[in-house]
């Protein structure tokens, strides 16, 4: 920086113009050698500045010289003005030319490049996805529903008798006035039907509400993935192959069992399990000691069901099943709590997701 210009109170002429010349001097300097407009801004302010501008002190001074003085000081001062203005600009524009002070300092080419932050799927649905791929290749085609139904399409039409306990407050949010959030995606089983004639293949996800508290095994909201197979001639058999297929598809060559079930809107109803992929079958803590991992609930169509569709229950049979891909993500990627499924924490996130 440069040191300041004294200038005496009272100066005489000639002390006045060897300082102002002195100035105007350092000014033009100063600003030729600003690199980028930040610098060049702060010489403005030090010659230029309207407060403590070092040219100011030269304006406020000229009122102190002797009169006779005056007219030539004062020349001299327009003049020194002129000069400091016209360098500061000339460098203004230098400086614009120059673009971004990139090109006065070089790149540090050394510097580590920035990552850019990209997101990823979430766990659930990277299941959900995968599932649809295989069915996709088993014919299937993907249908989804609404999430506020009526009590008649989720338990009426699905064979449920009045005042089942499903049906109660405490297992169903129910709506102000009418509807409710549907418990299952089975609802849309009975939209499909009714939308659609056999033969029917659909697959279908979607969101479902239930009235639990948060716990690490239960939420309030999950998804669910419904399948729906309807055509003439269909049996257990179709069942059975489809998803042993499925569950082979997915887990690998795991064995898979099926248990005797129950549900309002099948007849015969299974549960399938897959063996449990921690422990291989021998019992563990993830499996509660059975050496099994339930995946989904399942069964023949319930004639009723068929018929509250308008479906001809004579002509048309069929299967269907239900599995949670939340359920199924936990025990994949081995998941302790299911509340991590709704955090959005990216350092658990990002474990999983590529
Ligand atoms: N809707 C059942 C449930 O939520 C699952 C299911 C679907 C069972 C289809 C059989 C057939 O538990």
């Known amino acids: 920086m440069t040191t300041s ?8 002429l000639d002390e006045y113009k060897k300082r102002l010349a002195e100035l105007s ?11 980028n407009a930040d610098e ?5 302010i030090e010659f230029l500045g309207d407060q403590r501008g070092k040219l100011r002190e030269f304006q406020i001074v000229l009122g102190k010289l002797p009169k006779e003085a005056r007219p030539e000081a004062g020349r001299l ?8 203005t016209d360098a500061l600009e000339l460098r203004r524009q230098e400086i614009a030319k120059l673009g971004d002070d990139s090109t006065t300092r070089p790149a540090d080419l050394t510097m580590p490049a920035r990552r850019s932050w990209r997101g990823a799927k979430h766990p659930v649905t990277l299941v959900i996805e995968e599932i649809e791929g295989i069915f996709r290749e088993l014919g299937f085609t993907i249908a989804i529903g609404p999430e506020a139904e009526t009590e008649w399409y989720n338990f009426g039409a699905l064979n449920f008798p ?3 306990p499903a049906m109660d407050l405490h297992d169903t949010l129910y709506l102000s006035g009418e509807g409710l959030l549907r418990t299952h995606t089975s609802p849309v089983q009975i939209r499909t039907l009714q939308r659609y004639a056999p033969p029917i293949r659909v697959l279908i996800p979607g969101r ?11 939420a309030p909201a999950f998804e669910q993935i ?9 049996s257990f058999v179709d069942l059975k192959a489809t998803l042993t297929r499925f569950a082979n598809r997915f887990f690998g060559q795991r064995p898979t069992r099926f248990r005797p079930s129950f549900f309002p809107f099948t007849e015969p109803s299974a549960e399938m399990d897959v063996q449990c992929g921690v422990c291989g079958g021998q019992g563990c803590g993830v499996c509660k000691q059975t050496g099994w991992v339930e995946i989904l609930g399942s069964g023949m169509v319930h004639p009723a069901v068929l018929e509250a569709a308008g479906v001809d229950s004579e002509r048309y049979s069929g299967w269907a099943f239900g599995m949670g891909p939340g359920r199924i993500a936990i025990s994949r990627y081995g998941i302790p709590d299911i509340r991590i499924l709704y955090d959005s924490d990216v350092r658990f996130l990002e474990q999983i997701s590529e």
Do not use: Q, W
């Open 40 to 44: 060049l801004e702060a010489a403005r």
């Open 162 to 164: 009045p005042n089942h």
């Open 25 to 35: 001097e350092r000014g033009v300097t100063e600003f030729a050698r600003a690199a």
């Open 5 to 12: 210009v004294m200038l005496p109170d009272n100066p005489t």
């Open 208 to 218: 479902v509400y239930r009235r639990d508290f948060f716990d690490p095994s239960h």
């Open 226 to 234: 419904e399948g729906l197979c309807i055509d003439e001639g269909i």
């Open 77 to 84: 001062f327009n003049a020194a003005k002129a000069r400091l």
